[in-house]
């Protein structure tokens, strides 16, 4: 998502001719756009902390602030971040 704003963004395109060029409806693409600049300014979606050393725990944070702390799974924290 983040790459595909960045790319929007360099490519002097209108939102709309980026989308359709891509196979983004538009109103995704918008919807990104907006959440990573909330990103920018500091707002929190899910926020993975911790270190990346192989067999250690990642923890998750919820917009809701629950904290999941669970192991480096990348298929399971796929799936988590997706409830």
């Known amino acids: 998502m983040l790459s595909l704003v960045e790319d929007w963004k360099v490519s002097g395109l209108p939102q709309k001719a980026f989308g359709l060029?891509?196979?983004?409806n538009v109103s995704t693409l918008r919807y990104w756009v907006a959440k990573s600049k909330e990103q920018e300014a500091g707002s929190r979606g899910f926020m993975p902390s911790g270190?990346?050393?192989k067999g250690e725990q990642i923890e998750i944070i919820y917009p809701t602030g629950v904290r999941l702390k669970v192991p480096r799974?990348?298929?399971l924290i796929?799936?988590?971040i997706r409830l």
């Open 51 to 53: 270190s990346a050393v």
């Open 78 to 80: 796929s799936q988590l």
């Open 21 to 24: 060029l891509h196979g983004i």
């Open 73 to 75: 799974d990348f298929s």
